[in-house]
Structures are given as C-alpha cells and as structure tokens.
C-alpha cells in the first residue's frame, strides 16, 4: 500500500539532501533497489550500494556539489524536481540545471531518470 505524499514534503527531503550531500544518508531518500538512470552511463545503476558508490565518487571530484530545488511536482507516485547544481570544476565555479523523474514507493525512491548536460563537467582540455 502507496501512503499519500505532498510534493512539497518529498522535495524539501530532497533539497535538504543536496543542500548538504552525504553519501552515508542516501538510504534516506533512496529505496534499496533504486534503479537509476544517468547521463552518459550507459546502464543504469542499481541498488543502494551502486548509487552510495557513485554519489561519493561525484562528491570526491566535486566535493562543493550542491543541487537547489527550481520546481516540483507530484502525479500520483511520480515526482519531478527541475534543479539548479553548482560545484567548482577545474577551479571555476560551474552552474547548469537539470532534472529528476522519480517514481516513489513509500516516500523512497524506486526508480530514477536524470537528465542534465554533462559538457560543463568534463573539465578543459589541455
């Protein structure tokens, strides 16, 4: 049985989490079996442990990595959260937006589709 959610509490969940990201508090938002889907991998990440694993890896890269919620919605037990990143990047303060489609199963999330430009990430080259 689904219990009803407000999109505003999911996404104040959210934008607490990426206001000050840890990787250790993932299970706070995610459901063991997350399947999420990312740009530029080409298949998904399964399982808590996987996506603990590629958050700490983002986090190491870009250890200021902050994500601030723009919109939000709620269909039912789908949310969508637009956001705006910021992180410095090979010593320069970068910002792009993006979004998250994510199904919830009891106010975790099950399944993820995210979707941003990486260009801005891959650093300069030489």
Request: hydrophobic share 50%.
């Amino acid at each position: 049985m689904h219990r009803a959610y407000h999109a505003g509490d999911f996404a104040d969940r959210w934008a607490a989490f990426w206001a000050a990201p840890d990787p250790a508090r993932l299970g706070t938002l995610s459901h063991p079996g997350i399947v999420l889907h990312w740009p530029g991998r080409p298949e998904p990440i399964v399982g808590l442990d996987q996506w603990t694993a590629q958050v700490a890896g983002t986090l190491q890269r870009f250890p200021d990595l902050r994500l601030a919620v723009l919109a939000h919605a709620l269909n039912e037990d789908v949310a969508f959260i637009g956001w705006r990143a910021t992180a410095t990047v090979d010593g320069t303060a970068v910002a792009w937006e993006g979004a998250d489609r994510m199904r919830l199963v009891d106010g975790l999330v099950r399944e993820s589709t995210v979707v941003f430009d990486t260009a801005g990430l891959r650093g300069r080259s030489a």
